[in-house]
């Protein structure tokens, strides 16, 4: 089922009336509520997992989708079929419609989207609901629900400076609007602009507020793709997703986990550690294949690059690297650009058919050669793939594919790279 996405609007003067008009589906669910710059996925996984795991019915709402537009409506694990939404979408525009808004005033695609979930889960009976931000926290369309019980924040970063800020701390500003009075705060500690901020937030509200990073992970270790860790009484720990980065967003689910005890959920300690071990999340360093290694991920800003790089960088010396990369224009693709050109021997660009967001593959491809790079561009996913497989195959070391970026080109490359390698790096016809 394709949703077209509207430009983006923020606030929830829109939200207000149409939940309204639905009777306010969100008043009769439980809340974890996520924001932050990168990571939201991942602790909305490790989080969704383990109160699977210990016997709740849990819904789960995050954005994009990789594939299918249904994988955002999970319940239990699963996504909601096609039918169940479309039929709570054509309830939703016919409540639009009925209310009679002017078109400028109309709820927007993520809007509509969001509305549908909370319909989805109030219908499915959830027992707790883990709630991504869209876009920031305060004026997201997300934060029209009242009753969370913990809200997570996770990396604050310089990312959408058009709609949330220009400087690191009025971004956290509008993220730490997802505090709710009595309701926890779990973050973690980047920079004292961004504790501040937080700190400030939880007094007013009254929240209790926790840090992660006061007390670090500790013990880490790999053991090929396997991470362990220990963090305060949990030992020795093992996550299911590959990256340091998801360590630090392991401790947010294991404070999580200690606050949703407190307020009276039974969440084992065997079912805890297996929800971290057996998470999965598709584009977050998920590799596809082995022989060549190749991997997915959805790194699009400073911080998500930088994460990826240092994953990368631990066994460099070992491969011949090729990176595909394709991004949207309205993100920061010249420091992308400029972290990671130097670290792979060939980088191909390319472009997104059909989405006006997609930045132009000849300016990515210049942009990278700009900064030192040795760059192509492919004319398509299917000419990326087969390009990318045959210099994995030169050159004195094993090649390494990794494709990065924006979301949207992710799952379609993915096709075409798994389908070039069942034919053996044989370019299709």
Known sequence: MDIQRTEIRLGLERMEPLMAALSDPQDSLRFIQIAGTNGKGSVSAFLSEILTRSGYRTG??????VENVCEQYLINGKPVSEDT??????RI???????????????TAFETETAAAFCIFKEADCDIVVLETGLGGRDDATNIVRSTIVSVLTSITLDHTGFLGNTVREIASVKAGIIKPGAAAVSTY????????????CEETGSELIFTEEVKPADIRME????FFSYKNWERMETGLRGRAQIENAALVLETVGILRSRGFELPEQKVREGLLKTFLPCRLEKIADDPPVFLDGAHNEAAVLRLREYLRQEASSFWDIFIVGMFRDKDYMT??????GEAE?????????NSRALDKEVLRDTFIACGARAVCAESLREAAALALKKAREGGRRGRITAFGSFSFLAALRKELELNIQGNGTERK
């Open 60 to 65: 789960c709402y995050t954005s994009p989708a």
């Open 85 to 90: 939404l479309k039929r709570w979408m054509h």
């Open 93 to 107: 525009r016919a409540v639009t419609r009925e209310t009679g808004w002017e078109n400028a005033e109309m709820p």
């Open 190 to 201: 980047r920079n004292r602009e961004v504790s501040d901020v937080f700190t400030e937030r």
């Open 224 to 227: 090929g793709d396997r991470q």
């Open 336 to 341: 992308v650009c400029r972290l990671m050109a």
């Open 346 to 354: 060939w980088i191909i660009t390319v472009q997104t058919e059909g």
